[in-house]
């Protein structure tokens, strides 16, 4: 028996406590209904909102005004801010100008819940681990409660068993199965027009179940974890960095260029609900058209 459709005009709008009259309505000729077919959903586009700063300090400074806003904001409507960190080296500027005031005292670091967007497998100290870098420029220095810090791997087991493990960490703290929803997504983007730990060619981008993948990435010759891009495009807020002049001509690529089929792996960032924003400094983007 095909389950009963629920199909509404949306909702009624009712007096309180008066229920709708029934009008006498002449009897519909019984009709064989057609079945009707949810609109298939609406393919969601690569549509980012371009800010572009004149330095790589004004870029740092309002990002981290943004992320500071993102926080508030998600502690006052929700009561937490949970965040999902970007490794490489872009972040560096952002995570020292948030441990600096005003942001020091502003952001409510007590309040605050991080995890990584992705990781490379090795141990938490190791000189390449993302962790470890966050650790030097941000968690030294910002008062995040230990018990809020949700490292993706310290690159102990292998490396499909950590991916593993950490969706499982994302299900105990986001509860249920319903995709995690980050308050803020960090972001940034390799001269191959890489995001997180998803590159060129590999089938982890096309991976739709798994919030979490684990694998060898050829081009990078190295074993990373990383969140799958339902989870990134759950997120509230996709704030992605972009410095330098060595990106200026994969963003023109990617920003510039046609995302439809999509060429770069960060051309498949399409929240649904949250927003999509490329924070870049003047060097990275001055192949964009003004
Ligand atoms: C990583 C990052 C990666 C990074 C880009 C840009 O683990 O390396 O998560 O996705 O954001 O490669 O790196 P840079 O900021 O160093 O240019």
Redesign the pocket.
């Known amino acids: 028996m095909a389950p009963k459709k629920k199909t509404s005009t949306g909702p009624q709008k009712r007096k309180a406590g008066i229920p709708k009259a029934k009008a006498n309505r002449p009897a519909k000729a019984k009709s064989a209904a057609k079945p009707v077919r949810p609109a298939a959903p609406k393919a969601l586009l690569f549509k980012p909102e371009i800010r572009v700063y004149p330095t790589p300090e004004t870029l740092v400074q309002e990002a981290a005004h943004q992320v500071m806003q993102i926080a508030r904001e998600a502690v006052n409507e929700r009561g937490r801010f949970v965040a999902a960190l970007?490794?490489?080296?872009?972040?560096k500027g952002l995570f020292q100008q948030l441990t600096e005031e005003p942001y020091k005292t502003l952001i409510p670091w007590s309040k605050t819940y991080l995890f990584w967007?992705?990781?490379?497998h090795v141990p938490l100290n190791h000189e390449t681990s993302?962790y470890r870098m966050t650790q030097e420029y941000l968690l030294s220095k910002a008062p995040v409660p230990k018990e809020n810090i949700f490292p993706a791997t310290n690159g102990s087991q292998p490396v499909d068993k950590a991916a593993s493990a950490y969706e499982i960490k994302l299900r105990k703290f986001f509860g249920g199965d319903s995709t995690p929803k980050f308050d803020l997504v960090l972001?940034?983007?390799?001269?191959d027009g890489?995001?997180?730990?998803l590159f060129p060619g590999m089938p982890q981008l096309n991976e739709l179940e798994k919030w979490v993948v684990g694998y060898f990435v050829d081009t990078a010759r190295k074993e990373?974890v990383s969140l799958t891009f339902p989870v990134l495009n759950a997120g509230r807020f996709l704030l992605v960095?972009v410095?330098g002049e060595k990106?200026e001509a994969m963003v023109k690529e990617v920003l510039g260029g046609a995302s439809e089929p999509p060429r770069y792996p960060i051309q498949y960032l399409r929240p649904a609900g949250g927003k999509l924003v490329f924070a870049l400094d003047q060097a990275a983007a001055s192949c964009l058209k003004k």
Request: proline letters at 4%.
């Open positions: 970007s490794g490489g080296s872009t972040p967007v992705d990781e490379r993302n972001l940034g983007m390799g001269d890489h995001t997180a730990s990373r960095l410095e990106k």
